[in-house]
């Protein structure tokens, strides 16, 4: 037997196991538990879809908006207060104080501090009045302590102040900037990480796109074989889309994750180099802190081709529920609606 013969004969035993299999069946019967077994199908995997892809963008909304301006916001206030207290104090070592624009560069640091503590109020759900109560008090005594050179006593008090407001053990201003970036870190992790739940909801819909394009070739099969009709041009549609949308937001989707997970490493190395404490690379520091800081915004801003995806994977669903009930159900109609 040659090839194409077996071939052949492969292709005509396969259409005669479906004959046998669907033969109990009447013809109206057989297409009407298409139809239904269609539209769950459709249903289930669009709804699927639809909040997996959601949960994503999202996340994504979520992080650009409120976790990384906040955990970046606490990273720049904390840098900014070790090195205004830094250079305040050597101002103050090198007896600089009463020079013109000796005061200049650590009062900016503290006016750097205020703003960023500013610029995430409204970011966090956690309460930022003490730590903004503690950098006022703070930003008092250092200035105090540099200003005054004609009293060096009060000066060292004022200094001494300072460092006890900033570095006291869990209630100063440095280690409350620590616990609220920690947590706010963790708030971000929770945002951007893929959870089981949305695992769970792509298994699934992959799972019922799988069904739906089974059913709708079964369904092409039972037209073209029981009504001798030719292909049907709205299940063939449904079919294209059905793999178009087991495809495309899967592997679109798939990106953008791998784009938080980025963004949250990102985030991991802010929170890492705000850390540093030594003077001399605090300016080191918040230079990483502000480019790594935009490059976070610019990979969170970047999201036109995810925003298009997501639209497409809402009418696409509604598409694939409606074609294969227009096709089956036209074809009911013609075939046995007229008879009744």
Not at 32 to 47: D, F, I, P
Not at 149 to 154: A, F
Not at 268 to 297: F, H, N, P, W, Y
Request: aromatic letters at 4%; one cysteine or more.
């Amino acid at each position: 037997m040659t090839p194409r013969l077996a071939r052949a004969g492969g292709r005509h035993s396969l259409a005669a196991f479906w004959r046998r299999r669907l033969s109990p069946w009447r013809t109206r019967r057989l297409l009407e538990a298409h139809l239904v077994v269609l539209t769950l199908c459709a249903l289930v995997a669009a709804g699927a879809l639809f909040l997996s892809c959601r949960q994503i963008q999202g996340g994504a909304d979520a992080l650009a908006r409120d976790e990384a301006p906040a955990v970046q916001g606490l990273a720049a206030t904390r840098l900014a207060v070790l090195r205004a207290d830094h250079e305040a104090r050597a101002v103050r070592e090198m007896e600089l104080a009463d020079l013109a624009g000796s005061g200049e560069s650590y009062q900016a640091q503290l006016s750097a501090a205020d703003q960023g503590l500013s610029r995430i109020a409204d970011r966090t759900d956690q309460d930022l009045g003490t730590v903004n109560g503690l950098l006022a008090t703070y930003s008092t005594s250092i200035i105090l302590g540099t200003a005054n050179r004609d009293q060096p006593l009060m000066a060292r008090q004022k200094l001494a102040e300072a460092r006890s407001l900033l570095v006291r053990c869990r209630v100063g201003l440095v280690p409350r900037l620590e616990a609220m970036q920690r947590v706010q870190m963790k708030h971000a992790e929770t945002t951007a990480t893929e959870g089981w739940a949305q695992r769970g909801g792509w298994w699934l819909a992959e799972l019922a796109l799988a069904a739906l394009a089974l059913t709708l070739l079964s369904a092409l099969f039972v037209l073209r074989d029981r009504c001798g009709r030719d292909w049907n041009p709205y299940l063939l549609a449904a079919f294209a889309l059905t793999v178009l949308l087991a495809v495309v937001p899967l592997l679109t989707m798939s990106s953008a994750q791998d784009d938080l997970d980025g963004v949250v490493e990102d985030l991991r190395q802010i929170t890492r180099v705000s850390e540093e404490d030594e003077g001399r690379k605090l300016s080191d520091a918040q230079q990483t802190v502000t480019e790594t800081s935009e490059e976070v915004r610019r990979v969170l801003a970047d999201d036109t081709w995810t925003d298009r995806v997501y639209q497409g994977t809402a009418i696409g669903g509604l598409l694939v529920a409606v074609l294969p009930a227009v096709g089956l159900g036209l074809r009911l109609d013609s075939d046995y609606g007229r008879r009744r």
